[in-house]
């Protein structure tokens, strides 16, 4: 395996950061307590990552660029403002570093709205969600149930790419879920497909992984909305791609998926 091989699997892997110059053996108690030495001039490291709050629980003490952000998204009359509103939002840094605001593709009509985590390179600079590789995936899987493009409307927690391909932050989500809330309001669909953990987690406030809760309908609350709108979670494309194993899950989603659209017409 080459370098820059063996580089690309270490980032498929999440191993993106190079917090340190040698690996540590965490078996042995002295190479572990030497990991945790404060460096020159420096503090110690911390034995974990405290657990971060969940995004929804963290908005009750919403910090002034989600006050800001939901004031906007709400003065949003249709979506058109509301994508006109986000272009001009500067209160989430992730808007800085993007090239393309990433809102959503498909139609607004049609009753089903998926939602994924954030937009990939692809998507960055082409300004659509899911045109790379999980994007055509997403598409076979949805031709194989008779859906496309023109039957639902498509976008994500984070309407801009964050930096490397990482993960949004919460406070990164925090900030974009009032375009979020205010964007399903407006396009006021009947079925949402929530696309992997992230967009799972925070559109419905479990702390189950997604394996568990994949393929189960559940309802979703939305600002703006009189009644809750039934959510089936799936495994994103992403992971599908790197899992292929799990294919035969995400099949029987869609499979649920069809199946309820046709019971509910």
Known sequence: ????????????WGADEALQEAPVNRLDREDAAR???P???????????????????AAASAPAAVRRAQEIAAAAAT?????????GFDGCPLAATA????????????????????????EDRLGKPFVGLSGQLLDRMLASVGLDRTRLLITNL??????????PTDSEIMTCLPF???HIALAAPRHLVLLGAMATRTLTGRSEGIRSVRGRWTEVSVPGLAAPIPALPM????????????????????????????ADV
């Open 39 to 57: 460096e020159e001039g420096g503090s110690p490291r911390p034995t974990a990552r405290p657990a971060a709050p969940s995004v929804l629980a």
């Open 79 to 87: 979506l058109d403002e509301l994508r006109d509103a986000l272009g």
């Open 158 to 167: 984070v309407p801009w790419r964050p930096p490397g391909n990482r993960n």
């Open 1 to 12: 395996m080459d370098a820059w091989a063996a580089l690309r699997l270490q980032v498929e």
């Open 180 to 182: 979020l809330h205010r």
């Open 35 to 37: 990991a945790l030495m």
């Open 235 to 262: 495994l994103h494309p992403a992971y599908l791609l790197r899992s292929p194993g799990a294919k035969r899950d995400a099949w029987a989603d869609m499979i649920a998926l069809r199946l309820r659209l046709d």
């Open 99 to 122: 090239t393309n605001l990433v809102f959503a593709d498909g139609n607004p009509a049609a009753g089903l709205m998926l939602i994924g985590e954030g937009p990939g390179a692809d």
